[in-house]
Nanobody, 121 residues
Framework: QVQLVESGGGLVQPGGSLRLPCAAS??????????MGWYRQAPGKQRELVAY??????????SVKGRFTISRDNAENTVSLQMSLQMNSLEPEDTAIYYC??????????WGQGTQVTVSS
């Protein structure tokens, strides 16, 4: 089993920044990872992809390009995995619950419990 734990959410004013870390633990070495990424779900809306990274590079939703950056924080560590989402120039439309995601080449994805981000003055 793999466990994902997000942190770093909170209340921020428009134009502000937040960094969301995600720590993965458990049977990391037993799975072949296709992608790691972030999704979000705003009230009354479907969950949507924000950003993800594969060995081929990083991809972003059009709504966050140029403002958000996804990165792996401990590439040298094969036992645990840490990645983060740096969010700059936040807008009220970015308000949502943000979920960390790990997708293997085979089998179901793993999800964190989510962390609330609220952008409001």
């Amino acid at each position: 089993q793999v466990q994902l734990v997000e942190s770093g959410g909170g209340l921020v004013q428009p134009g502000g920044s937040l960094r969301l870390p995600c720590a993965a633990s458990g049977s990391i070495t037993n799975i072949s990872i296709y992608s790691m990424g972030w999704y979000r779900q705003a009230p009354g809306k479907q969950r949507e992809l924000v950003a993800y990274m594969t060995t081929g590079g990083n991809q972003y939703a059009d709504s966050v390009k140029g403002r958000f950056t996804i990165s792996r924080d401990n590439a040298e560590n094969t036992v645990s995995l840490q990645m983060s989402l740096q969010m700059n120039s936040l807008e009220p439309e970015d308000t949502a619950i943000y979920y960390c995601n790990l997708r293997p080449w085979h089998g179901d994805s793993y999800w964190g419990q989510g962390t609330q981000v609220t952008v409001s003055s």
